[in-house]
């Protein structure tokens, strides 16, 4: 059973930044591909990021591009959402989730946090 808590979460201004973290117990943090997902009110969840630490490869969807940073530290058991030049449309519950990643549009998250809001004002 792999159990992920995600923390880090808050309000910040426009063009602010945020470091989110998930926690994971169980497996070792490389066990899995690990991915960040958001949910905007009214709206589904979406990929935001994801890490696959084995390749050492990464992906990120078109909003978060240039923006955001994830990053894995298998000594910790924690992935890592680094969130700059934040946006209001940014605002959303952000996810954490293990399972598998492809590609930002290939994935198969088996297990999910609870989510933590990010709240970015203007």
């Known amino acids: 059973q792999v159990q992920l808590v995600e923390s880090g979460g808050g309000s910040v201004q426009v063009g602010g930044s945020l470091r989110l973290s998930c926690a994971r117990s169980?497996?070792?943090?490389?066990?899995?591909?690990m991915g960040w997902f958001r949910q905007a009110p009214g709206k589904e969840r979406e990929f935001v990021a994801g890490i696959n630490p084995r390749a050492s490869a990464v992906y990120y969807a078109d909003s978060s591009k240039g923006r955001f940073t994830i990053s894995a530290d298998v000594a910790k058991n924690t992935v890592t959402l680094q969130m700059n030049s934040l946006k209001p449309e940014d605002t959303a519950v952000y996810y954490c989730?293990?399972?598998?990643?492809?590609?930002?549009?290939?994935?198969?998250?088996?297990?999910w946090g609870k989510g933590i809001l990010v709240t970015v004002s203007s």
């Open positions: 989730a293990a399972g598998w990643i492809g590609s930002r549009e290939d994935y198969e998250m088996n297990y």
């Open positions: 169980g497996r070792p943090v490389n066990y899995y591909d």
